[in-house]
């Protein structure tokens, strides 16, 4: 799949080939913009993610054409199942799947390659071009060789690690928003008592959750994350340091008994493995003169729930929009329109991502959705609310805000 000679010149380099460098290569290939997608590992590849595929993933990956591709190879599930400390358990309904990322991602990059994106392998960002304040391309390294590319515009979609964004001095936070580990585990025996995307609060996973994803084949993603309560401050950074998060992922599967059964009778595949989180569209700065930051990178994970697949892809796409917006084709890199257009999309979506600061008390309090539980137990219209936080058409803050705590035990408040 990937092109044999890197080009010394280009439209838009794309740097990152996961879900958000592919959806917007994708949408610039489409308008017919000379683009290069480049990466630093060959595809398919890994990556540590919880892997699943909430509403909002479903409309990018409908609007991206690869729905129909994905869910053949996902496995469809009917709810997400939220389980309190106290084992309280309540099933929201919606549209949510699994796969693991190295099929989605291959897939999404796979489409954005026919759509006519140049895509070449194994290259690594080290640094960019600049002739005064400007990004005019990047010098990428595959092992002794170093190459230079020039563009008139780079998009960084290079994750959650910071060196990318240092290089490039887009950095305003080196510390991850959060960090997760997670395992898969083959478990035949275990497909028909799992058929939701299982969250697990509890004091001892505590400022997070733990999950248990039910994957096509049998196969099993199982994994801890926490982060911070106030996105970027100190206090919280150094919490997380003194986090064992090795020690929280045993715990887990101690006392949550359908984790214990899960690694006691199944076959672990390829280790556990562990990775940073950026949340909340902070930690970078997000345009300069010639260069776009999105996905991970730009921070365009959800607090609380620690979901990014589908906002990385919407970051993606947002890059792409920017850069298509003019009518006579991508502007030059010192068009101050681009960064202009990029930052009111992202400001847009803002909001929504500091209400999911908001409701990250419940991985910092667990006894919060002990209470939301309950109460959603026995009232079908907090049920269709909580529906309605996944396809993102309710507020999610609402839920554990003063107010939203009073209504959860008197409705008429």
């Known amino acids: 799949m990937p092109h044999a000679d890197l080009p010394s010149r280009c439209d838009v380099l794309v740097v990152g080939a996961g879900p958000s460098g592919a959806a917007c290569a994708q949408l610039l290939a489409r308008a017919g913009v000379d683009v290069v997608l480049v990466d630093q590992h060959d595809f398919p590849r890994d990556k540590v993610c919880g892997d699943g595929l909430i509403p909002d993933a479903h409309h990018a990956l409908e609007r991206l054409g690869v729905y129909a591709e994905v869910m053949a190879a996902a496995r469809q599930l009917p709810a997400l199942g939220c389980i309190g400390p106290r084992g309280g358990r309540v099933d929201v309904p919606g549209r949510v799947a699994m796969l693991p990322r190295f099929e989605l991602d291959d897939i999404v990059c796979r489409a954005a390659v026919r759509a006519g994106a140049r895509l070449h392998t194994p290259w690594r960002f080290d640094a960019p071009l600049v002739e005064g304040d400007q990004v005019v391309g990047a010098l990428l390294k595959q092992g002794d060789q170093a190459r230079e590319l020039r563009a008139r515009w780079v998009v960084l979609a290079t994750g959650a690690l910071p060196q990318p964004l240092l290089a490039a001095g887009m950095c305003t936070r080196r510390a991850p928003s959060g960090i997760g580990l997670r395992a898969y585990v ?204 996944l396809e993102e058409t309710s507020n999610p803050g609402n839920l554990i805000s003063a107010r939203g705590l009073l209504k959860v035990f008197f409705p008429g408040a």
């Open 186 to 389: 083959k478990n035949d025996a275990m497909v028909d008592r799992i058929r939701t995307l299982e969250v697990v609060w509890d004091k001892r996973t505590a400022p997070g959750y733990g999950w248990i994803f039910p994957a096509p084949g049998g196969r099993f993603n199982i994994g801890v994350g926490i982060g911070n309560t106030e996105a970027g401050s100190d206090a919280t950074t150094a919490k997380m340091k003194d986090v064992n998060l090795r020690r929280v992922f045993d715990g887990f599967c101690e006392f949550h008994e359908p984790a214990r059964e899960l690694m006691r009778t199944g076959t672990l595949e390829g280790g556990i493995k562990g990775a940073p989180l950026r949340f909340s569209l902070t930690g970078a700065r997000q345009a300069r003169a010639g260069l776009l930051v999105t996905g991970e990178a730009a921070g365009s994970t959800y607090a609380f729930t620690g979901e990014g697949i589908g906002k990385a892809l919407e970051t993606g796409m947002l890059a792409a929009e920017a850069l298509l917006a003019a009518p006579d084709g991508v502007p030059p890199g010192d068009s101050p329109a681009v960064p202009a257009r990029y930052a009111a999309s992202l400001a847009a979506l803002k909001p929504r991502f500091d209400l999911y600061e908001r409701a990250n008390q419940i991985n910092a309090h667990p006894w919060l959705a002990d209470l939301v539980i309950w109460r959603a137990r026995h009232s079908p219209r907090l049920l269709r609310k909580m529906s309605g936080v």
